[in-house]
């Protein structure tokens, strides 16, 4: 499984040392229940969390771009400070590793050009938001998208960036981080490094490999 071992190089030091990415601590990340769930808003919102169970709170989030396409390669959230003892392939409920052929990964489809990490409780807040807007606009609702990612990436200037912090509910703390992922479209993984504890350190996903 080349992908994992690329990402114990990258992501095992609390630095990372490439020429190739660029890297940057973007903000925040609140988790609720700590069930963190990865996906395509736009097209997998009934996704389920990774079984791993995460600390509550704020997180640090990093982005590391690809240098030559200014690219996003690797979405970073950061939980403690504790020494990795080892890496996982993050799963959902049925996944098992043990069922994947050498180069098959578990991962998300992303259709839309953007995926998402947040808690379930704000993926649920997401959801209802969707209904709400849907129930009240009827005819001239335009899609979750429109409704409420588009003016966090776009202006009447045009594109303002390559993620964003969104607050789907004003009665919940909890955010969404969503971003641009890799070249595109594609079926993306997402890695665990564990503490000898097994308490979860970090959470990496990769949208372009880097060696």
């Not at 940057?24 to 969390?49: H, R, W």
């Not at 509910?169 to 890695?191: C, L, Q, R, V």
Request: hydrophobic share 40%; proline share 3%; net charge negative.
């Amino acid at each position: 499984m080349t992908h994992i071992d690329n990402i114990k190089k990258l992501f095992s030091k609390n630095f990372v040392e490439s020429p190739l990415l660029e890297s940057f601590e973007v903000g925040k990340l609140y988790l609720s229940s700590g069930k963190l769930v990865a996906c395509d808003p736009l097209i997998t919102n009934d996704m389920q969390a990774f079984t791993t169970e995460f600390p509550k709170g704020d997180f640090s989030v990093l982005l590391h771009k690809e240098r030559e396409s200014n690219c996003v390669a690797y979405a970073e959230v950061i939980f403690s400070t504790a020494e990795i003892a080892e890496w996982e392939m993050a799963v959902t409920a049925g996944q098992n590793v043990k069922d994947l052929g050498e180069e098959e990964i578990f991962g998300y489809p992303v259709e839309s050009g953007m995926g998402c990490l947040m808690d379930v409780d704000t993926q649920n807040s997401l959801n209802e938001l969707e209904k709400r807007l849907y129930h009240s606009k009827g005819a001239d609702f335009m899609g979750i998208y429109e409704e409420f990612f588009h003016e966090y990436f776009f202006d009447e200037k045009g594109a303002i960036d390559q993620y964003a912090f969104l607050k789907p509910a004003d009665d919940h703390p909890g955010t969404i981080f969503a971003f641009e992922t890799g070249y595109g479209e594609g079926f993306y993984a997402s890695y665990i490094a564990y503490d000898k504890d097994h308490k979860p350190v970090k959470i990496i996903t990769e949208f372009i490999e880097i060696s």
